[in-house]
């Protein structure tokens, strides 16, 4: 997706709102609007917000992940479970 297609003047929006958010739902493609000539924001379908929000808390985990792996913060899988199962017995 090419997001050049999809830029319009906020005169544009405040004129075409309805229209916009119509659009924007239907197709699920961000508009950029600008404001003097210059990008000023991103309008997008709630849904591929909600999608986008998601998929960066996960890359997150996986970012902590990492640098927990590579701090030497980590823990065999084995001996994790082994700990489980103790605990588990235990109650």
């Not at 998929?55 to 082994?82: I, Q, Y």
Request: hydrophobic share 40%; net charge positive.
């Amino acid at each position: 997706m090419r997001y050049s297609t999809q830029v319009r003047p906020i005169s544009y929006l405040k004129a075409h709102a309805a229209e916009i958010l119509s659009d924007i739902a239907e197709n699920r493609e961000p508009m950029v609007i600008t404001q003097n000539g210059e990008a000023k924001a991103v309008l997008q379908d709630v849904a591929s917000f909600e999608q986008a929000q998601e998929t960066l808390a996960l890359l997150k985990l996986l970012a902590l992940g990492t640098r927990d792996v590579e701090a030497g913060r980590t823990k065999p899988a084995r001996t994790v479970v082994e700990r489980l199962r103790a605990k588990a017995s235990d109650r």
